[in-house]
């Protein structure tokens, strides 16, 4: 059994079944944007908790003890918190509950890692750099500590204020691009910023009238995130200037349904045939 299986889920035309296969298939690809791979005994516990036999609550109690009685003997091992990561992922997306504010932001966050990261919900107080496969090691310039809870605030109060009244769909799918490249590239947590976002995004695309319950981020997680960086890379010396026109293409196959290739290679920064697509 594997991931694949979700997708007999998503086809169902029992909701219930649909709409918790697409949570779970959502939440177990999530985890590629950190290269992470969850386990088969998580996939077990979600094909359990999509028929029925056990509730969110249970399927995150089994999988507690499930790591208590087989402890990681590797430190880079991070299986388990790519299953505990995917189980809470997968309770959230079900949940209807959601606000459009900071503190969700940060909530979300909290709910994801707690009992994983010690800075669980907190937002940095360090600057930060990270090296991007698809920038040739080079990095985005993340927001200044100093400033993240301002700009988040910022970010959300603008949000906000927009009004999508008498907006194109193509109009539409380019701000949804940039809102959501932006509240990425403040990178306000230290770890799990992708995946935070990607719960975020997903909750309050449904308050805009969007299902988005397929599997283009389950299978397409990987491109989110380099779509994302790219979103926000300049290097103008050498011609590359940011651009959401990746981050589109991702959105229209997820919320119109269109079936754009989402190849990793095509965003790398030299756009070389040769490189290989990190999937």
């Not at 910023?193 to 397929?214: M, P, S, W």
């Not at 491109?223 to 300049?234: H, K, S």
């Not at 050498?238 to 754009?260: P, Y």
Request: hydrophobic letters at 35%; glycine letters at 6%; a negative charge.
């Amino acid at each position: 059994m594997n991931n694949d299986s979700f997708k007999e889920y998503i086809r169902e035309s029992e909701p219930d079944k649909r709409e918790k296969g697409y949570a779970w298939h959502t939440a177990i690809g999530l985890q590629a944007v950190d290269g992470l791979k969850t386990s088969e005994y998580l996939v077990h516990t979600a094909i359990r908790n999509i028929e029925g036999e056990i509730s969110f609550e249970e399927a995150n109690a089994l999988l507690q003890t499930y790591y208590e009685e087989n402890p990681a003997g590797d430190e880079e091992d991070r299986t388990e918190e790519a299953d505990k990561v995917s189980a809470r992922i997968a309770a959230l997306l079900s949940e209807k509950a959601f606000s459009f504010t900071p503190n969700e932001y940060l909530s979300i966050h909290r709910k994801l890692f707690t009992g994983i990261y010690s800075h669980a919900g907190c937002i940095r107080d360090y600057n930060m750099t990270k090296k991007e496969w698809v920038l040739d090691g080079g990095t985005v310039i993340y927001g200044s500590a100093t400033e993240l809870k301002a700009t988040l605030d910022y970010d959300f109060s603008e949000e906000r204020r927009f009004s999508y009244r008498g907006l194109s769909m193509d109009e539409i799918i380019h701000h949804l691009a940039v809102f959501v490249s932006r509240l990425w590239q403040i990178h306000v947590f230290e770890e799990g910023n992708t995946r935070t976002t990607a719960v975020f995004f997903i909750k309050y695309l449904r308050t805009l009238g969007f299902d988005a319950e397929n599997d283009i981020f389950a299978e397409n997680a990987w491109y989110f995130r380099n779509a994302l960086v790219r979103a926000n890379y300049n290097d103008l010396k050498n011609g590359i200037h940011e651009t959401t026109e990746f981050l589109e293409l991702f959105l229209r196959n997820l919320l119109l349904d269109e079936h754009h290739p989402l190849r990793n290679r095509a965003l790398h920064i030299n756009g070389a045939l040769g490189v290989l697509e990190k999937r």
